[in-house]
């Protein structure tokens, strides 16, 4: 199962979102820069919140256009 996670680099700063198996080891790389890249760049070493959703789909289902609408500008 995966977890989603949200890092920040400081209260109202950036925000970097995640998914990963292993939730423990993942915010230890970001916490020591271990792996290059957007939170390495951007200092994001601050878990601010996590979750492991009960579905695969339920992980994604919070942020892509089919969970908001159907695009149409009506709710569903």
Not at 28 to 54: A, I, M
């Amino acid at each position: 199962m995966a977890w989603v996670y949200i890092m920040a680099n400081r209260r109202f700063g950036t925000l970097y979102v995640g998914a990963t198996s292993n939730l423990l080891r993942r915010v230890w790389q970001h916490k020591n820069d271990v792996l290059p890249g957007f939170t390495r760049k951007n200092q994001c070493h601050l878990l601010v919140w996590f979750e492991e959703p009960r579905t695969r789909t339920g992980r994604y289902s919070a942020s892509t256009p089919s969970s908001i609408g159907s695009g149409t500008g009506k709710s569903r």
